[in-house]
């Protein structure tokens, strides 16, 4: 927390299902204000393929690898959750204009893991890669993991035994002092095109932590988070490698759920924080995450799931899509895609998290839109759209990521970008963007820097999609000490 502070940040561009048949690309973000090029793209490296759907990544070594000496982080990975491409990316040379170190083909994972839609990467203490998937390369939902050998970045092989990988995948986090490793569910990709409430029926998204034996690779338990926990998506274990516990945000109530280890030694988890849905009228999509799994798929009016139809009661869920944990394990926080805004909490009391801080960003119940709000247990009025920089913001708050020591979060708004064309189309035609919000580490509070924004809206080949954030020498979310 009191190394120096970030200067540039890597993140990737994505204009699949945007109409622009260019490649998504790595864009290198000045974000220093002593800089003359600051809140400016200032380099991109675009991928010499069409429609990879770049999504998030992770190093080749990283805080595990502390104390060995041949370890560097210099290779940014880069996986791709459509085409199951894996770009490795030389940020060492010149971190300020990465360039392409090798690509991993796809049918190198499919004909040697049986794996497909990798997403999520940590680094190991042995020096190797480890990268989740979603899915089998048929589209079914697939929750193993694929190894990379940190040198020569060749696949290895799976990390998971034969047989053990779970029904689904997304994210995970692991902690060796306490011999474990936690992983979750998003969905099968076949019904990932767009957000499809009715396939939650089909059992085609997941609602399940799975916990794994660090040193055996065996899974032990899957904790079944219910209706209330359904589509868990970013885990987080307290920073603390002593710690026992973290929390992983689920997005389709606006759940977050606590995770811990029993007296007994199991793990198990508790519903912690509830963001209320929304009862609205005036949504004009056929899909909408509502008060329960159950409501959505009978719309509280026992019928068959097709379009809306107005004599059925509609909530708007806040869909929690991203939360991360300060250094120092004090602050959660996390972003409501639907509603708009963004909540810091203060996790002092572990069980029982306090709201500290909350902003507004754009969403989908803006007070100058077609969406009004009937009922709302928060008693909070519609929010006014947010204009930066003469910009007004589309799009919704979504991929976080915190400065080291804490004091500055930065926010970017797409999702995905089937859903971002479903759920936000002002955004496919505008770009996405990335804010700046400054944060109150005494007291909590969150505050818009009114200075920055960049905006991808502007980009050279067209407005582009961007995601996930991080910094040269690791964050708050890319880095697991032991």
């Not at 998030?56 to 959750?81: M, Q, T």
């Not at 986090?173 to 998003?186: A, D, F, G």
């Not at 019904?191 to 032990?220: E, M, P, Q």
């Not at 708050?397 to 089937?418: A, C, E, F, I």
Request: aromatic share 10%; proline share 7%.
């Amino acid at each position: 927390m009191k190394g120096p502070r970030e200067e540039i940040v890597y993140l990737p561009c994505i204009y699949r299902n945007t109409g622009i048949q260019k490649p998504d690309y790595l864009a290198t973000v000045d974000v220093d204000p002593k800089s003359p090029t600051y809140c400016q793209v200032i380099h991109r490296l675009p991928m010499p393929n069409l429609n990879d759907e770049l999504h998030h990544s992770g190093w080749n070594a990283c805080s595990s690898c502390f104390g060995d000496s041949s370890k560097k982080r210099n290779r940014l990975i880069l996986p791709s959750l459509i085409s199951s491409r894996i770009y490795i990316v030389d940020t060492g040379t010149d971190p300020r204009a990465p360039q392409m170190h090798k690509i991993v083909e796809p049918t190198d994972i499919f004909w040697k893991t049986g794996l497909a839609n990798p997403h999520t990467t940590h680094c190991l203490g042995s020096g190797q890669i480890m990268i989740s998937s979603i899915g089998d390369p048929s589209g079914n939902g697939k929750g193993g993991f694929i190894l990379l050998d940190g040198k020569t970045f060749e696949v290895v092989g799976n990390w998971e035994l034969p047989g053990e990988a779970a029904p689904f995948g997304y994210d995970f986090w692991y902690q060796p002092r306490h011999n474990v490793m936690m992983s979750t569910e998003w969905g099968a990709p076949k019904a990932l095109k767009c957000f499809n409430a009715a396939v939650l029926s089909a059992g085609l998204y997941g609602s399940k932590i799975h916990v794994w034996d660090w040193t055996t690779h065996k899974r032990l338990q899957s904790l079944d988070l219910g209706e209330e926990g359904a589509i868990p998506l970013e885990i987080r274990f307290l920073h603390d490698p002593a710690a026992t516990e973290g929390y992983v945000g689920c997005a389709l109530q606006g759940t977050v759920f606590r995770f811990y280890r029993t007296p007994k030694g199991e793990w198990a988890a508790e519903k912690v924080i509830h963001v209320p849905s929304k009862k609205v009228e005036g949504w004009a999509l056929p899909v909408m995450p509502s008060e329960s799994t159950r409501s959505i798929i009978k719309w509280k009016c026992q019928m068959k799931w097709v379009f809306l139809n107005l004599m059925c009661d509609l909530f708007i869920s806040g869909l929690i899509t991203d939360i991360l944990i300060s250094l120092d394990d004090r602050f959660l926080y996390f972003s409501n895609w639907l509603h708009g805004d963004i909540r810091q909490y203060d996790i002092t009391n572990r069980r029982n998290p306090r709201l500290a801080g909350q902003l507004f960003l754009g969403g989908s119940i803006l007070n100058d839109g077609p969406v009004k709000v009937l009922e709302d247990p928060e008693n909070q009025s519609q929010p006014p759209p947010r204009t930066i920089k003469g910009k007004r913001i589309p799009g919704s708050p979504q991929m976080l990521q915190l400065s080291l020591d804490g004091k500055r979060l930065y926010v970017t708004t797409s999702l995905y970008s089937g859903w971002d064309k479903q759920f936000y189309p002002e955004m496919i035609k505008e770009g996405s963007v990335m804010m700046q919000i400054d944060v109150n580490t005494a007291n909590g509070g969150l505050k818009v820097n009114e200075n920055f924004l960049v905006d991808f809206g502007k980009e050279p080949n067209g407005p582009a999609l961007a995601h996930e954030l991080r910094y040269p020498g690791g964050d708050c979310t890319s880095d697991i000490w032991l």
